[in-house]
């Protein structure tokens, strides 16, 4: 699961950093306070425009 540092220094990382760790530590981790879950963002794709003329 990927989580972001929230206040806390984990593993090394600081606030704001990004990490993955096991679904059992992300959950402790969260409940504590010192991390937030990271949502997998959907990248949109530029809608396709014609080339040629018709």
């Known amino acids: 699961m990927k989580?972001?540092?929230l206040d806390a220094i984990i593993d090394?990382?600081?606030k704001g950093?990004?990490?993955e760790v096991?679904?059992?530590s992300a959950q402790y981790l969260?409940?504590?306070g010192y991390a937030k879950e990271v949502k997998?963002?959907?990248?949109?794709?530029p809608a396709r425009?014609?080339?040629?003329?018709?």
Request: proline content about 0%.
């Open 12 to 14: 090394g990382h600081v």
């Open 17 to 19: 950093e990004q990490l």
């Open 3 to 5: 989580i972001e540092v």
């Open 22 to 24: 096991s679904d059992k």
């Open 40 to 45: 997998a963002e959907e990248t949109q794709k």
């Open 49 to 54: 425009t014609r080339t040629t003329k018709k």
């Open 30 to 32: 969260i409940s504590i």
